[in-house]
Structures are given as C-alpha cells and as structure tokens.
C-alpha cells in the first residue's frame, strides 16, 4: 500500500508539472551518439531570441553566471493537488541544480503583497484573482494578453538576456492546475537558460526510483549549456560547432 501510494505521489507531481510519467527506455542509457547529443541540445538551447534574418543576430546561448535564487510570491489555491506548490517548485529547482554548472535553490516564501526576507534574483509570482487586472494594467498590451490568456496564464520577463541575472515568473492565480504545471515546467526552463516545451519533456526527463530526473541524453545536453567552453551570448552556430567539437574531444 505504500509503495503504491509513493508511486502515486510522485507520478501525480510528474503529471502535475506536464512532464508525464512513463517507462524508461533502456536504449536512452546507453551511450548516446555525438548526432543524438548535438540535435537535442541545439532543440533546448536556444530560444529564439534576438533578430533573425542577414543583419540580425539569431539565437543565442542563454544562462545563469551566479547562483539563481528563487523566491516565491503567493501560491494558488489548493485544489486537491496531490503535490502542494512550493513542493512542487522546491523538487523542479533540486533538478536543475543537479547540472554541472548551474546552482538553483529556493532560498524564501512569502504571501503575495509581501516583501521577501531574502534577497532572490529569480521571483516566481502567483498573482491572486483580485490582483489580476491591477497587474494586467500594468503591462505593455502583449505581455498583459499573454498573462490574461485563458489557456496559458503565465508569463515569464527577463529572461531574454544574454546573461541571466534578474528573471520573473507571473502565473495568473485564475490558471487550472493543468496550466500552472505546463507553466512552471516551460517557464522555469526559460528562466535558467533552456528551451523546454511541456511536448518534448521525454526527450529530456524521466521519472525513476521515486524521483524526476534528467535521462543520460538529456543530461548530457542540458550540460553542455553551462560547459565552461561556451559563454552567454554565444550564437547559435558558434556554439553548435563548439560543442561538436567538444564531444569529439571526449569519445563521442
């Protein structure tokens, strides 16, 4: 009975955050391809910000040059969710500071209103339903029509630097609980420097032994994002060739 109620716990927390829950293929533990490592890290690496075409600049590397420090701003209501939010945050920021490279935790909690105690440089706000349209008000018109969408409900500002050192999160406190876990999945990943949509999570994640965690693959590209032989700003052509070169180096 308890081992059926761990699995339930921690399947309903994959669900929760639009990761899902299935079977690990063994093949994914084997010893990836240079081709397989090189495609899924140029998939999570770069999101497309900065101009396109022959004068623009292109994707371009993302990430984090200090330690990211969460803190979190309210919480939604708890509509029977199996895993409660800060939970929820807490277990997908111990994921990402597993990655070489990259140091994530939270470090404070408070009600929506109030000032956190600790100084955090990434704040994750969960905007109550009465404070939605004073918020909204506030917004340039596409970021508000962003945060107002029904079917999305979040919003994440910052995180189109080059250097990421101050990024929020706005979820709108109206969101289902479907919505807020496709966001805190997708926009998380935006903030620490990834490009991580909710339908290409098993690409990248698995869920084994009683705990979420990046497969070999997925770990593997994760990393190379963070590898001290790339930098913030780094396009996107540039980097893919030095991360060929980089595996090359190292047996692949």
């Known amino acids: 009975m308890l081992r059926n109620i761990l ?11 639009g990761l899902g829950y299935y079977t690990t293929d063994p093949s994914r533990l084997d010893k990836p391809a240079a081709t397989q490592v090189e495609l899924l890290f140029d998939k999570i690496a770069f999101s497309g910000f900065g ?6 600049t292109g994707p371009y590397l993302r990430r984090w040059q200090e330690p990211v420090k969460i ?18 945050v807490k ?17 404070d909690e408070v009600p929506y209103g109030e000032q956190p105690s600790e100084h955090g440089n990434l704040q994750i706000v969960t905007i109550p339903p009465e404070s939605m349209e ?8 596409k970021q508000a029509g962003i945060l107002g969408n029904a ?30 876990a496709t966001c805190l999945g ?5 903030a620490l420097g990834f490009t991580i949509e909710a339908k290409y999570t098993a690409d990248v994640f698995r869920v084994g032994q009683g705990e979420l965690r990046f497969h070999g693959l997925g770990l593997m590209a ?20 030095v991360v060929a070169g980089l595996l090359k180096e190292r047996g692949f």
């Open 186 to 190: 997708e926009s998380l990943a935006t």
């Open 71 to 88: 803190v979190l701003i309210g919480a939604p209501p708890e509509n029977g969710d199996t895993v409660p939010w800060a939970d929820a």
């Open 7 to 17: 699995l339930l716990t921690f399947g309903s927390l994959a669900l929760m955050l």
């Open 51 to 56: 101009e396109g075409g022959p004068t623009g």
């Open 91 to 107: 277990s997908m920021a111990a994921l990402y500071d597993r990655l070489r490279g990259l140091d994530v935790a939270v470090v």
């Open 134 to 141: 004073q918020v909204m008000d506030s917004l340039p018109p």
């Open 222 to 241: 994760a990393e190379l994002v963070y590898d001290p032989a790339l930098h913030p700003g780094m396009p996107r052509d540039e980097a893919r060739a």
């Open 151 to 180: 079917r999305g409900g979040c919003l994440v500002l910052g995180s189109d630097a080059a250097t990421l050192n101050t990024v929020t999160i706005l979820i709108a406190g109206t969101a289902s609980a479907s919505g807020r």
